[in-house]
T-cell receptor, first 115, second 113 residues
C-alpha cells in the first residue's frame, strides 16, 4: 500500500528550463509534505517543505505547490541547473496522529538536467 | 564535522551472520531513526527513538534490534542475516518538534551473500 506515489521515475530537462516533479498521496491524514534531494552514495537532503494550510511555498529557485483536493503536490525548479541532477523524493507526514516524526516517502524521480 | 555519520559505509557478509551498523549525530537532536531503502528504491522507516525511548517500531523482523545508548547514538544490530536484508540502511536525526526535517547519514550498503 503505497501512500505516496511519484509516477515518473525519470525526467530530463534542458538547462535553464523549468523542471516539474509530481507527487500524489492517498492518506488524507497527511498534513505536512517535504521534498528531499539525493545524490548517488549520499543520504537524502532536505530541500523544501509545505504545510497543508498553505498551497504554495517558495525558496529561491524551488517552489512547492499543494493541491489538497487532488491530493497532489509538485516541485518546480526554475531555472534548472546541471547541479540539480539528482533523485528527488517526495515525503509526507501526519503530524496530528502523534507520529509526526514518521516520514512516508515516494519512490523518487531521477532528474537529469542537460546542457 | 559530519552531522549524521554512520559506519560502515559498505558491509558484505554471509547469510546467518550477525552484524551491527553504528550511527552518531552531532546536531543536538533528540530523535533518531533508521530507514531502509530496498532494491526497488522504497525508502521506509524502521525505527525511531526519542530521547533514547523507542517511539516508532514498524513491522520489522525481531532479528533487527536498535539500541540507543544516548541521544546522539542509535545503532542497529541485525542477527541471522538473510539475503532479503540486502539494502541501503540510512540513519537520520531531527528535533521532535521539527520531526519532519530529518537529516540523513550517507547510508550503509549491506550485501548479504
Amino acid at each position: 500500500d503505497q501512500q505516496v506515489k511519484q509516477n515518473s521515475p525519470s525526467l530530463s530537462v534542458q538547462e535553464g528550463r523549468i523542471s516539474i516533479l509530481n507527487c500524489d498521496y492517498t492518506n488524507s491524514m497527511f498534513d505536512y509534505f517535504l521534498w528531499y534531494k539525493k545524490y548517488p552514495a549520499e543520504g537524502p537532503t532536505f530541500l523544501i517543505s509545505i504545510s497543508s494550510i498553505k498551497d504554495k511555498n517558495e525558496d529561491g529557485r524551488f517552489t512547492v505547490f499543494l493541491n489538497k483536493s487532488a491530493k497532489h503536490l509538485s516541485l518546480h525548479i526554475v531555472p534548472s541547473q546541471p547541479g540539480d541532477s539528482a533523485v528527488y523524493f517526495c515525503a509526507a507526514s501526519a503530524r496530528t496522529t502523534g507520529t509526526a516524526s514518521k516520514l512516508t516517502f515516494g519512490t523518487g524521480t531521477r532528474l537529469q538536467v542537460t546542457l | 564535522d559530519t552531522a549524521v555519520s554512520q559506519t560502515p559505509k559498505y558491509l558484505v557478509t554471509q547469510m546467518g551472520n550477525d552484524k551491527s551498523i553504528k550511527c552518531e549525530q552531532n546536531l543536538g537532536h533528540d530523535t533518531m531513526y533508521w530507514y531502509k531503502q530496498d532494491s526497488k528504491k522504497f525508502l521506509k522507516i524502521m525505527f525511531s527513538y526519542n530521547n533514547k525511548e523507542l517511539i516508532i517500531n514498524e513491522t520489522v523482523p525481531n532479528r533487527f534490534s536498535p539500541k540507543s545508548p544516548d541521544k546522539a547514538h542509535l545503532n542497529l544490530h541485525i542477527n541471522s542475516l538473510e539475503l532479503g536484508d540486502s539494502a541501503v540502511y540510512f540513519c537520520a536525526s531531527s528535533q521532535m518538534l521539527q520531526g519532519q526535517k530529518a537529516f540523513f547519514g550517507q547510508g550503509t550498503r549491506l550485501t548479504v551473500v
